[in-house]
């Protein structure tokens, strides 16, 4: 009987070394792009999406996105004044974290501002997104196909089907303004095709010839 794929064992010094060069390759790819731009910016992604994500390269050929490994990036800006490639990059590694990561282009900081603040996308909230608005159902008949109702009330909604209607026997709130949205709310929402959530990336901090500027509320404020 031939063994199964599954059974399989993988050396851990193997998956070990694939990881290490991954690394290994991360840092060296943002080493080669600090020699290739002129400007560096510390972003910050908000209710991130990777199909938007995807749509904000595809703008970006000319430039480098970078997303993810945080720790791994400011290494290969490096992380001290010491260790560092260029003057001040240890500042723009020492914003590196949570959403944050770096963009890379010859493009100018007014222009990358520019176009930033006009690129933002509404789309379906998610758990722990802060609900905007509080939204309530009134009690009554629900445009819902009637083939949702169970699904419907499964979701926490008061529903039955009268007449081939979904129907809500009663006021409901399904979320309230400030409040962190919970899985079954996101999915009602989702169902009511109410976009709460924006995203957009927001600029952080820009490098460029030595000096790091933080960028906070369109003014800046050199570090």
Not at 20 to 45: M, P
Not at 86 to 92: F, I
Not at 176 to 193: D, E, M, P, S
Request: glycine fraction near 6%; charge should be positive.
């Amino acid at each position: 009987m031939p063994k199964s794929k599954r059974d399989r064992v993988v050396a851990l010094t193997r998956t070990k070394k694939k990881a290490y060069e991954t690394k290994k390759d991360l840092v060296t790819d943002i080493q080669e792009c600090t020699e290739k731009y002129t400007n560096i910016f510390l972003v910050e992604v908000h209710n991130e999406r990777n199909n938007l994500l995807k749509e904000i390269r595809e703008s970006w050929k000319s430039s480098r996105l970078f997303m993810g490994r945080n720790k791994v990036m400011a290494v290969g800006l490096g992380r001290t004044p010491e260790a560092e490639i260029k003057p001040s990059l240890h500042k723009l590694a020492a914003g590196l974290a949570g959403s944050r990561g770096l963009l890379f282009t010859n493009e100018t900081l007014e222009s990358v501002k520019g176009w930033f603040s006009e690129h933002k996308k509404f789309c379906f909230a998610r758990s722990g997104t802060v609900a905007t608005e509080t939204v309530v159902l009134p009690e009554g008949p629900l445009d819902m196909p009637h083939s949702m109702e169970h699904q419907l009330r499964q979701l926490g909604l008061p529903t039955r089907l009268k007449d081939g209607v979904v129907v809500l026997d009663a006021e409901h709130t399904v979320c309230t303004a400030g409040k962190a949205v919970t899985t079954q709310q996101a999915h009602i929402l989702k169902h009511l095709g109410n976009l709460m959530a924006e995203f957009q990336i927001s600029l952080v901090g820009h490098w460029t010839a030595g000096k790091y500027t933080l960028l906070q509320d369109n003014t800046m404020e050199a570090e």
